[in-house]
């Protein structure tokens, strides 16, 4: 997975974790021990519209939403959801989790679906975002990574960034993706979940209204619009942040598995 992450990233998914889990676990200030009522997971493999599936959760002020809570290695992964969830400042508590996060920085883990399984015995409720592109997921990450920004604020000013791309890591890269996906799919065999597709549901504005009322349905609880306060970080046109397009295009068009994603960034 190293055609996904950098190094600078690495280093932290490694150490940063184990920081937060002994801080958790030595401050009892800020646990609340508040009683919960309910419990969500957002599981996606990144680049999908989690931030944005995030927000229209936050629309209801009783959800906390903890984020990327297993972004960092930890010994116990499940002790620190348990001692995150004594934290929670209000009555209903979510978090984040990307397939990367369980299926390789928790090591701990040794039954990934099993993990799964136990959180939906204690009430966990899971949202599964797919974004079904690979082949734009991959630019996103690519082009994030490269930038080392992962989103923008509204009222943020874009500067002008292009990057040279390598074909064979695009190619990596969507790969890693398709098999992220096929791995979700066994792991949330039998189990529970929310199926939520970022192209159909999140993506277009008309089917936001549909959306929201079936998350509302599955979670029972009522949401509203939210006022999005981001915008994308990766341009629509592959020419206005890839400086070498002209390959990259002719690369698109010339592997048949990458073609496929193809029509929404080269009309093809």
């Known amino acids: 997975m190293q055609t996904i992450f950098d190094v600078k990233y690495f280093i932290k998914t490694q ?18 021990n508040l009683p919960l009522e309910k419990k969500f997971l957002i599981l996606s493999s990144g680049r999908s519209g989690s ?22 290695k930890n010994f116990k992964p499940k002790k620190v959801v348990k001692l995150t969830e004594q934290t ?4 209903i508590f979510g ?9 390789e920085i928790q090591t701990a883990i040794n039954n990934k679906k099993n993990f799964l399984y136990h959180l939906v015995e204690d009430g966990y409720k899971i949202i599964y975002l797919e974004r079904s592109n690979s082949l734009l997921q991959a630019l996103s990450v690519l082009y ?7 989103h923008y604020k509204n009222e943020t000013k874009v500067k002008d960034f292009k990057m040279r791309l390598d074909p064979e890591t695009l190619a990596d ?10 791995q979700e799919k066994k792991l949330l065999e039998h189990i529970p979940y929310l199926y939520i597709n970022y192209e159909e549901e999140l993506n277009k ?22 006022t999005i ?19 990259i295009t002719s690369f698109i068009k010339s592997e048949k598995h990458l073609k496929q994603f193809a029509q929404p960034l080269l009309g093809v």
């Open 88 to 91: 929670c400042p209000t009555s």
């Open 95 to 103: 978090f984040k989790l990307l397939t990367y996060q369980l299926l």
């Open 51 to 72: 931030t944005l599936l995030e927000n229209i959760l936050a629309s209801n002020s009783n959800i906390h939403c903890e984020g990327e809570l297993l972004r960092g």
């Open 144 to 150: 994030a990574m490269r930038r080392n920004v992962w």
């Open 173 to 182: 890269t969507v790969l890693d993706f398709e098999i992220f996906k096929d």
């Open 15 to 32: 150490f940063l974790g184990y920081a937060r889990e002994i801080f958790l676990n030595l401050d009892t200030s800020k646990r609340t």
């Open 205 to 226: 504005a008309n089917n936001l209204p549909a959306t929201i009322d079936k998350l509302s349905n599955y979670l029972e609880l009522p949401f509203s619009t939210p």
């Open 229 to 247: 306060g981001l915008k994308k970080v990766t341009p629509v046109q592959l020419s206005n942040y890839v400086s070498n397009y002209r390959e």
